[in-house]
């Protein structure tokens, strides 16, 4: 049970939505999707899912292009969109579709619309759903051919904290199944208390590929931010650091501390006006890394 990604690309015209990506999403685990809006996750999703078809590359599930695979609700489920349903049908009238066509026991209808709490809501039409129920209903579609393998797209945008709540423990117990789950969002906070592992991209493109924990690590290192009026004497002091230039009187230094630099400048006799870490919160340290990435920066 696995979803393979390899090469994928996707050109729309002159917009590479999504570029030369690879990356494999395991069993057991909640793999976080990252990215800023427009990065190219619902294209690779799409892909992932036949919905789409790749300029370049493959996306296979079990081995398998979409296509190729004999009972593709019982392989994969996703939720897309969940605002994609025939709003005068009731809910469980929706599902029964969904399961006569592929060849799913109607049985299991009731047994989805239990798992995901809207057995009260079943009979009635899905107009009158709220967004949090809608949510619902596309992950029951989702979970209709009990498949090894699911996507989720942006599954807790415009939930309430119960429903964030729900799915985030839906989804760590469908990984302690067995099953293998992707969950795409552009918040950092949300993949992170959700996700074992982040897959980052911007701009169509890989930026990450490890664990939640190891991302954090990385992203919540500490830059130490000095001061003084001898910046070139300190630069090269700091030779072999990774030091960024943020100013004409200032450098912040990765990967360090400040008694390292302190100490590295008082060898050196340069003079320090200022001296102390910055601790990045796991947001900032988020877009710092997808900056360039962003498709639409906002201004001021
Ligand atoms: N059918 C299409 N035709 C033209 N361009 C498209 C099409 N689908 C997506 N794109 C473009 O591809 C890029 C990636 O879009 P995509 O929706 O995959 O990003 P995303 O990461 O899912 O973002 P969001 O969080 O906003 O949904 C964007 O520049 C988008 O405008």
Do not use: C
Request: overall charge neutral; glycine content about 12%.
């Amino acid at each position: 049970m696995t979803i393979e990604v390899r090469g994928l690309t996707r050109r729309y015209g002159d917009v590479v939505a999504v570029d030369d990506l690879s990356f494999d999403v395991l069993p057991g685990t909640v793999t976080g999707f990252l990215g800023p809006n427009g990065a190219g996750k619902s294209t690779t999703m799409r892909m992932v899912l036949g919905l789409d078809r790749p300029t370049a590359g493959s996306a296979r599930v079990n081995g398998r292009a979409f296509a190729e695979l004999r009972a593709p609700l019982r392989e994969v489920g996703a939720l897309l969109d969940p605002g994609a349903v025939h709003p005068g049908r009731t809910g469980r009238a929706h599902l029964r579709v969904a399961a006569r066509t592929n060849g799913i026991p109607t049985a299991r209808v009731d047994e989805v619309l239990a798992q995901v709490g809207l057995e009260r809501a079943a009979r009635r039409r899905i107009k009158g759903y709220s967004l949090g129920m809608k949510q619902r209903l596309g992950i029951a579609g989702a979970l209709l051919g009990d498949p090894g393998v699911l996507l989720f797209d942006e599954p807790i945008n415009g939930l309430d904290l119960d429903g964030v709540r729900w799915i985030r423990g839906l989804l760590r117990s469908l990984a302690d199944e067995g099953r293998t789950v992707l969950v795409s969002s552009h918040l950092m906070s949300e993949v992170q208390q959700t996700a074992d592992r982040v897959v980052v991209i911007g701009r169509g493109r890989l930026i990450a590929d490890t664990t939640t924990g190891e991302l954090m690590r990385g992203l919540g290192a500490r830059v130490v931010r000095v001061r003084t009026p001898e910046a070139d004497a300190l630069l090269e002091a700091l030779r072999g650091h990774r030091v960024a230039r943020a100013g004409v009187d200032e450098l912040h230094v990765s990967e360090s501390s400040s008694a390292e630099v302190g100490a590295l400048a008082h060898a050196a006799g340069v003079p320090l006006h200022h001296l102390s870490e910055l601790e990045q919160s796991l947001e900032e340290a988020y877009l710092a890394l997808t900056g360039d990435a962003v498709e639409f920066a906002g201004h001021g």
